[in-house]
Structures are given as C-alpha cells and as structure tokens.
C-alpha cells in the first residue's frame, strides 16, 4: 500500500519537511497559496522576506543532514551567497561594549537573501529527493478525528476539495491556523504566548561601495538593559555585490522609512559606524518595513491530546524577534527532527506526539534566548518578565561583558546562538568561569577594523552622502 504524506507551506519549514518525510512515503505533495518563482524573487506570502536573513551553523548541518548527496553550503555558495565565521568576519557592538576579532575560521553561518536562500534550498530538496509534488492550494482545514489525522480539506480553482495523506505537517508560518483547526477535531486547551516588544524593522538594499568588496558583517545591537527603546543596525553581505542594512527599534524608538530618516536613524545609533558606511553608498531600493516581528509561541507539546498523523513545526510552532535569526535554524532542526523519527518509529502508534513534545527542545533554547531580551524593553506587550526571564537576562550580560575579550566566553555563546549546542553549554565549566572572569582583553574604544578597513570606512566619510540614485519598487 502507497504512503502519501502532505506538507502545508512551501518555505524553507515545508521544503526541508518535505525532505524529511521522501525517504519513508512513496509521495509528498507540498502545499502553497503563492505561486513559486523559478529564480529567486520576493513573494508576499514571506512577511520578513525582504529582511535580514541569517542560517545559522546549526541548521546549514541539519540541512545537509535531510538533502542527500548534497553540500548544502556549496550550493548556497555557488548561488551566491555569503559564509561569514564569527570569529573572524564580524564587527560588532554589543550592550557591553565591542566584540575583538580573533584570526580564527570558526563559528561559520551563511548570509544571503530570503528569496536566494529559499529558491536554493527549494532546488536542492527537489533535484535530490525523489517523489515531491508543491501545488498552488489553500488549506482550510484538516480532516479526520482527534484520535488521527487522515488529511487535509484544500480550496483551489474556487473548488474545495478533500486530500487525503497518512502523515500532514503544517509549516505555513507564523498566521497558521493550527489551534482553530485542532479545536474542530475536539483538541482545545491549547497554550499560546506572545512577547511583543513593538520592533519594527526596516531595510534597504544599497550596492557594496568599490573596495569594500570584503567588508565584514557589522552589528550595532540593541542595549535592553537601559530601560529606553531597543535600537539596532545591521550590515549584511548578500548575493551580488550588495548589502541588506536593516535597522530596528522597539516600541518609542521605531526607524523610520524615509530615504533621508533611515541614515540619520543609523548615524544615530549607539555609534554611527552604519550610518557611516552607507551614507554614501547607492541605494538600490526603497526602505522596506515590517511590524511582523513579536515572538509567539504555540505549546502543542503540552496539549491534553494529540492526534496521530500530525506534526507542527516552524513558524507555525513558534516566531522569534528575527533580530536574533534562529528562525530558519530551528525550523531545520525540527525538520532533521522529523526525518530521525520517522525513518525509526513510522506507523508506531504516538509517533506524531514523541514528535511534536522533542520539536519543542530547539524551540525552547531560541525562545529562551529571544524573550529573556525582549521582556526588557518598555511597552512590551506579553506581561512581565519572569524570574526565569531575569536570571537569564542577568547571566547572559555577564557572560556577553565577557565575551568581548574571551574566546572561551564568545566561543559558548556563538555555539548556543549558533544552535550548534543546546543552553546548557552555557552553564559548563569553561563559560561559567569565564563569566566569572569577565574579559582577559583590555575593551575597545571602537570598532576593531584592520588597517585597509580604516582607510575604507575613513574614505566613505569624506565622500559624504551621495546624492539619490533612482531606487526600484
């Protein structure tokens, strides 16, 4: 008898869980409102899509876990992205002062854009898995009972239809309608929580300025402590020859997106290294906002019943602040996850909730991570921090005071940042006693550039801001 399993969402989640499942079913058919491009281009139904975008070392090893027979980093690479290592390849400023750089290729991740890194994940799964049909739809709900799911009810051509399937995942994001669709089986109850410090995210896409081809990553992060809106401003090297600058603020301190308020807003941060870089440089499109930006979390793994059949994972799981992009990391976890389990237990009765109740561990770690921050900033909506919350926003600003001059500090938190290692490597000796310590290395008084870095950064200065370029839509 046939398998045919069915995956609702077409993104990086759906594509990397449809990858998951081809090795046990005979057919996977994935499911999406959007029309797929066939080149790598921006589509609506991506919210954060023409924001920063980061994969982390965690998921780029989960993703070459699920692809067979491919390097996945090479193919992004070849596609035209970007692998920076943290160690070596990132200026940042941190709420307790700047990073150093350390001479080490270590703690890689890849930075490109979301239309790139979801047509090259998308290419990938589909030219090495066998069996993956993606078809235009819109789900409407799930067929079945509590006890099992047996497929899913699908609105396409202004016709609804039945699709029937022995296994559904839904990764269609962060508007999943998951709770509604388990309540119509008989399963409520169901846990949420949103923390929603009012960020706001802007982005503009401008051209890398001539001889600054190898800049590094630059970070200006938000100081969550202070007790005054969050602002930050980032660099990121993408595919040809450009740079996606996102600037955030949480709620009171929003960035605007007129031309002119986006460089006064980066000039204006905590230092003005941002700004500077780009108030010269051509901009290549208009600034982009988006306010779909709150952490929100579903606990589907403490739910009082659960069906057989189904698993949630990504976005419609849980959606972090993408300040800290985990996003896309956690969703190929959960699906290196899925394929563990069903290439083991497939058809064992409970399958689906040993599933969902081990998808909640990568999530935990990201959402601690987020929300420990988050619940900082004034106005934030979701209540009060915990005590869980304070202890960590409390030891995560002492081990960060210490990482800006300790490997040993920089190298735990790059490893749990990363998802190459759960939270708990925070807590092992080595970062302990660093925290402890706090940095070996004297702090800097700015931004730790290399000699030619100066000299490029000095000359954007004096060129001063260019006169506006036409931008496209």
Not at 241 to 269: H, I, K, N, Q
Not at 394 to 412: C, I, P, V
Request: net charge neutral; charged share 20%.
């Amino acid at each position: 008898m046939s398998r045919k399993a069915v995956v609702i969402g077409a993104g990086v989640a759906g594509i990397l869980a449809a990858a998951a499942l081809a090795p046990v079913v005979d057919q996977v058919v994935v499911l999406d409102r959007d029309a797929l491009p066939d080149t790598p281009e921006h589509r609506k139904g991506v919210p954060q899509g023409r924001h920063a975008h980061l994969m982390m070392d965690g998921g780029l090893a989960a993703m070459d876990a699920l692809v067979p027979g491919t390097d996945m980093r090479g193919h992004l690479l070849a596609a035209g992205a970007h692998e920076i290592h943290l160690s070596r390849d990132m200026i940042a400023l941190t709420p307790e002062g700047w990073f150093h750089r350390w001479r080490r290729r270590e703690h890689p991740m890849i930075t490109c854009s979301r239309a790139l890194l979801d047509w090259a994940v998308r290419t990938a799964v589909l030219d090495s898995c066998a069996g993956i049909e993606i078809r235009q739809a819109q789900v409407v709900g799930l067929m079945g009972s509590g006890e099992r799911v047996t497929g899913v009810r699908v609105l396409a051509d202004g016709a609804e239809e039945s699709l029937e399937a022995d296994f559904v995942v839904d990764a269609s994001g962060r508007g999943s309608r998951i709770v509604k669709w388990l309540e119509r089986l008989g399963i409520d109850g169901i846990r949420e929580r949103t923390v929603d410090s009012g960020l706001v995210n802007s982005t503009r896409i401008y051209r890398v300025p001539r001889g600054a081809e190898d800049w590094p990553l630059t970070l200006v992060q938000p100081r969550p402590h202070t007790g005054e809106p969050g602002r930050s401003g980032m660099i990121v090297p993408i595919e040809g020859g450009r740079w996606m600058v996102s600037l955030g603020g949480s709620r009171g301190g929003e960035p605007p997106r007129d031309p002119d308020g986006f460089v006064e807003y980066a000039l204006a941060l905590p230092h003005p290294v941002v700004g500077q870089l780009i108030a010269g440089a051509e901009p290549l499109t208009q600034v982009f906002t988006s306010h779909s930006t709150s952490n929100a979390r579903r606990y589907l793994e403490k739910a009082p019943a659960w069906p057989d059949g189904l698993v949630v994972l990504g976005d419609a799981l849980a959606t972090f602040n993408p300040s800290y992009g985990q996003g896309m990391s956690v969703a190929a976890l959960g699906a290196r996850i899925l394929a563990r389990n069903v290439h083991r237990r497939w058809g064992g009765p409970g399958l689906a909730r040993r599933i969902q109740r081990e998808l909640a561990k990568p999530v935990e770690g990201a959402w601690t991570l987020a929300v420990s921050s988050d619940v900082l900033y004034p106005g934030v909506v979701g209540g009060e921090p915990t005590a869980s919350d304070l202890f960590a926003a409390r030891y995560s600003k002492r081990l960060t005071r210490a990482a800006t001059g300790s490997y040993t500090a920089a190298s735990a938190l790059w490893d749990v940042t990363g998802l190459r290692a759960a939270p708990t490597r925070l807590m092992r000796p080595g970062a302990l006693l660093a925290a402890l310590n706090g940095p070996s290395l004297p702090p800097l008084s700015g931004p730790p550039l290399t000699p030619g870095e100066h000299g490029i950064l000095a000359g954007l200065i004096r060129g001063g801001r260019s006169e506006e370029a036409p931008v496209a839509p």
